[in-house]
């Protein structure tokens, strides 16, 4: 077991854990923040998808020993960015969700996707988008949120 002291959301968190641990564990179990969802834990759904550092990443598979000193952003902070505030109105416009359980995960995406490409095709949203899985099947509405999002940032 190892001491980690994270940027979690912009706050500073310590955390107690071998250094193996899946971040997404520790985010979810040490500091209970369970708005990141477990899916399928070999990086192939997208359901547990945080920021790290400026990159959208499965957090099922990094070890917390290879975080370092990156900030972590997670769907319960996004929404102090102006980036993720359109995404997750342009979410509730298109009426994205219906199970709501992929949701934190595209929305991380979708914000990692403007803030790289901040006006989109519909191929760069395929392209970005297409390893985040909706059992729902609300690919079209997602696309026309991400759309929407693009537009109210320029």
């Given at each position: 077991m190892e001491t980690y002291r994270l940027t979690?959301?912009?706050?500073?968190?310590?955390v107690t854990a071998d250094p193996?641990?899946?971040?997404?564990?520790?985010?979810?179990?040490?500091l209970k923040m369970t708005g990141t969802k477990y899916g399928c834990g070999?990086?192939?759904?997208?359901?547990?998808?945080?920021?790290?550092?400026?990159?959208a990443t499965r957090s099922c598979v990094v070890p917390i020993a290879l975080v370092g000193d990156r900030p972590i952003t997670t769907i319960e902070g996004i929404g102090t960015d102006p980036v993720?505030?359109?995404v997750q109105?342009?979410?509730?416009?298109h009426d994205v969700v219906q199970c709501g359980y992929c949701q934190s995960?595209?929305?991380?995406?979708?914000v990692a996707l403007l803030?790289?490409?901040?006006?989109?095709?519909?191929?760069?949203?395929?392209?970005s988008m297409g390893g985040n899985l909706c059992r729902?099947?609300?690919?079209?509405r997602i696309r026309e949120a991400i759309h929407m999002a693009s537009r109210q940032l320029k």
């Open positions: 979690v959301n912009g706050q500073s968190r310590e193996s641990t899946p971040l997404l564990w520790v985010l979810r179990d040490d070999v990086s192939a759904c997208g359901a547990c998808t945080v920021h790290l550092g400026s990159m993720g505030r359109a109105n342009a979410w509730v416009d995960g595209q929305i991380m995406t979708a803030k790289h490409t901040p006006q989109p095709t519909d191929k760069d949203i395929e392209a729902c099947g609300t690919y079209v």
